[in-house]
């Protein structure tokens, strides 16, 4: 069986086995929003190798995300971290945290979202920061530049 995305997993130095010791933050809850499936798939299994992320949901597009949010939110269960692509389809990034907003700021406040970039913009890390965001990386994310955002993002 030919699997490309284990060639990217050594790339990111992301452990296709066995996850490395527990994050020092714990994050149990984890959301997801991108659209393309191979970051999500190596997204997830940054979250695994890393220890974290036992509860973890995945959305192709904003409105998706928004939706899983609502019922988080609902349940009494918000996620404790958002990693969010800022271009999709249906919704972007940025319509979700302007939806995300909306929703109050208790709600914000118990979960970290993580702005995730292809692109090279400067327009886009301007706009990011009028929105309430733990961090703004580039893509690819690897585990050193996650475990950085929830070093400094206590």
């Known amino acids: 069986m030919h699997r490309p995305y284990l060639k990217y997993m050594r790339i990111l130095g992301v452990n296709a086995v066995e996850p490395d010791a527990p994050c020092m933050n714990h994050v149990e809850r984890v959301l997801v929003i991108d659209d393309d499936p191979t970051s999500i798939f190596l997204t997830t299994r940054i979250l695994k190798s890393?220890?974290?992320?036992?509860?973890?949901?995945?959305?192709?597009?904003?409105?998706e995300g928004?939706?899983?949010?609502?019922?988080?939110?609902?349940?009494?269960?918000?996620?404790?971290?958002?990693l969010l692509d800022l271009k999709m389809p249906v919704m972007d990034g940025f319509g979700f945290l302007a939806e995300l907003e909306k929703l109050g700021s208790e709600?914000?406040?118990?979960a970290k979202v993580v702005l995730?970039?292809?692109?090279?913009?400067?327009?886009?890390?301007?706009?990011?920061k009028k929105y309430v965001a733990a961090?703004?990386?580039?893509?690819?994310?690897?585990?050193?530049?996650?475990?950085?955002?929830?070093?400094?993002?206590?």
């Open 50 to 63: 890393m220890g974290i992320g036992e509860q973890t949901q995945t959305a192709r597009n904003g409105l």
């Open 66 to 82: 928004l939706e899983l949010f609502k019922e988080a939110v609902a349940q009494n269960r918000v996620p404790q971290l958002v």
């Open 107 to 110: 709600s914000l406040a118990q």
């Open 116 to 128: 995730l970039s292809s692109s090279q913009n400067p327009w886009e890390m301007e706009k990011a």
């Open 135 to 154: 961090a703004f990386c580039h893509k690819p994310l690897t585990k050193e530049k996650l475990q950085r955002v929830l070093d400094t993002a206590r």
